[in-house]
């Protein structure tokens, strides 16, 4: 469960802030549907997780692997749903500010650009920046901001398989009405 959350926020953390000049967008323009393989930790089973984007409403939805589980998070409410659908249940919180500080488009950490690669058939462009602890990653993202790659130099940790731009349903962004609606408990 642990690699399914680290999965989430990299994409989340990827898509959460907006370009300047020189920079990548990193939120997407236009509605896509992108499925990420992750490498599991030294050497370990990968994972693959959903991650859909609602450019309308700035709402993302992460679908990971786990059964009746996903996360949606919408950037101008700047709030956070984890949903059970097997117990008709969410749990709703404020977006961790990592994900959803940035104010009028500017991106929150620098930017150099590194060259071009493609990435599951999408033509994209390498970035060298920092992930959250300052560690050194270069992303790879298409002009109209979908993320397709995370890692290093020398091993992506996170890449798109698939992308699939198109209308996505507003209704899959949404918490049912019905859900039984949670407070995050406090930390352990």
Known sequence: ??????????????????ALADQPLLRPSRDVDVTYRAAGPKGGKEIEQRVRWLAASQTMRIDPPSPDLHVIIDYVARRMSVVRDA??????????????????????????????????????????????????????????????RVGTAEQARVSAISVQYGPQDPAAFRVPADYVRHSPGPAR
């Open 1 to 18: 469960m642990r690699r399914v959350a680290v999965l989430a926020l990299c994409v989340a953390w990827a898509w959460a802030s907006q």
């Open 87 to 148: 117990t008709r249940s969410v749990v709703e919180m404020a977006a961790p500010d990592s994900m959803t500080d940035i104010v009028g488009g500017e991106a929150a950490t620098s930017f150099v650009r590194r060259g071009e690669a493609a990435v599951a058939g999408r033509p994209c462009v390498e970035w060298q920046t920092q992930d959250r602890q300052a560690r050194s990653a270069l992303v790879c993202i298409t002009e109209d901001g979908v993320l397709l």
